[in-house]
């Protein structure tokens, strides 16, 4: 399994940014995908999350700013960040799993917010 994640950069307060995740190994739609964030001195943390029926759970910060969806004839995951704020500055990483009882991660993309 490799996920390997793009799309990301420095936006201004307010701008947004689509996190790409390109999957190989693994069907997305049949199994949930996600993506995660670690900021400099922090754990990290569940941003949003697409089971394998299509239902989401997102982090309570990015609730109403990000969405997460999949394209499943490309066999990719999306996060699409709207409304970015200087705290969403972190290292994203697209996450599969648990996938026969394995967690597979990307290799992280940098978002930075500032002005």
């Known amino acids: 399994v490799q996920l390997q994640a793009s799309g990301g950069g420095l936006v201004q307060p307010g701008g947004s940014l689509r996190l790409s995740c390109a999957a190989s190994?693994?069907?997305?739609?049949?199994?949930?995908m996600g993506w995660y964030r670690q900021a400099p001195g922090k754990q990290r943390e569940l941003v949003a999350r697409?089971?394998?029926?299509?239902?989401?759970n997102y982090a309570d910060s990015v609730k109403g700013r990000f969405t997460i969806s999949r394209d499943n004839t490309k066999n990719m995951v999306y996060l699409q960040m709207n409304r970015l704020k200087p705290e969403d500055t972190a290292v994203y990483y697209c996450?599969?799993?648990?996938?026969?009882?394995?967690?597979?991660w990307g290799q992280g993309t940098q978002v930075t917010v500032s002005s």
């Open positions: 697409i089971s394998s029926i299509g239902n989401t």
């Open positions: 996450h599969c799993g648990p996938f026969y009882g394995t967690h597979y």
């Open positions: 190994g693994v069907i997305v739609r049949y199994n949930a």
